[in-house]
């Protein structure tokens, strides 16, 4: 089980960017997908998820109204669709998947694992 987040740069506040986290041995769209961050000094925090099989979406209040979570079963792929991205965004970004996939809180990094490498995203002037 492997996941890659990647897209992730250096945009204005305002600006957009789109994440991708691309799933590899396995058919992403069986599983809860979630995308985490991680600021310098904080900890690790949910930002959105996508529940398997189109079964729906959460997002962290600190982003909802800007960020969009879809899936492209082609491509078995999760993206992350950031928009009108804010500093307070700068962060290493990471997909994971459910510990346990019967039970799991969407957005607590506690109950997910399978991480793989982030993507940092960096919101400045």
């Known amino acids: 089980v492997q996941l890659q987040a990647s897209g992730g740069g250096l945009v204005q506040p305002g600006g957009s960017l789109r994440l991708s986290c691309k799933a590899s041995?396995?058919?992403?769209?069986?599983?809860?997908i979630g995308w985490f961050r991680q600021a310098p000094g904080n900890e690790r925090e949910g930002v959105s998820c996508?529940?398997?099989?189109?079964?729906?979406?959460t997002y962290a209040d600190s982003v909802r109204g800007r960020f969009t979570i879809s899936k492209d079963k082609v491509e078995n792929t999760v993206y992350l669709q950031m928009n009108d991205l804010k500093p307070e965004d700068t962060a290493v970004y990471y997909c994971?998947?459910?510990?346990?996939?019967?039970?799991?809180?969407?957005?607590?990094?506690?109950?997910?694992?399978?991480w793989g490498q982030g993507t940092l995203v960096t919101v400045s002037s």
């Open positions: 996508i529940g398997p099989y189109d079964t729906g979406t």
């Open positions: 994971a998947l459910p510990k346990d996939m019967s039970s799991y809180m969407c957005l607590h990094p506690g109950d997910f694992a399978s």
């Open positions: 041995h396995f058919t992403l769209d069986y599983y809860p």
